[in-house]
């Protein structure tokens, strides 16, 4: 006789934790390859800015300076 296979039982799906901030974002991606979010696209590129070091101004002189005045925006002129 054969042994019968057990169907394989896929775990509930968990949320991930997140930042207090980012609670209850959701990302997907549709069938065209584009990018739906539940969340401003304004609002994660300021949580970005504050909260995540940019790896390519790390290299410039000048990035210490920059990295103190990010909450501070500069007026047009």
Do not use: C, W
Request: a positive charge.
């Amino acid at each position: 006789m054969t042994k019968k296979s057990k169907p394989e039982k896929k775990p509930a799906a968990k949320k991930p934790r997140v930042h207090k901030d980012l609670d209850g974002f959701e990302v997907s991606i549709n069938q065209f390859g584009e990018l739906k979010s539940n969340m401003d696209i304004e609002k994660l590129n300021a949580f970005l800015d504050k909260n995540v070091d940019d790896k390519k101004l790390a290299e410039r002189d000048d990035y210490e300076e920059l990295k103190k005045g990010k909450g501070k925006k500069k007026g047009k002129k």
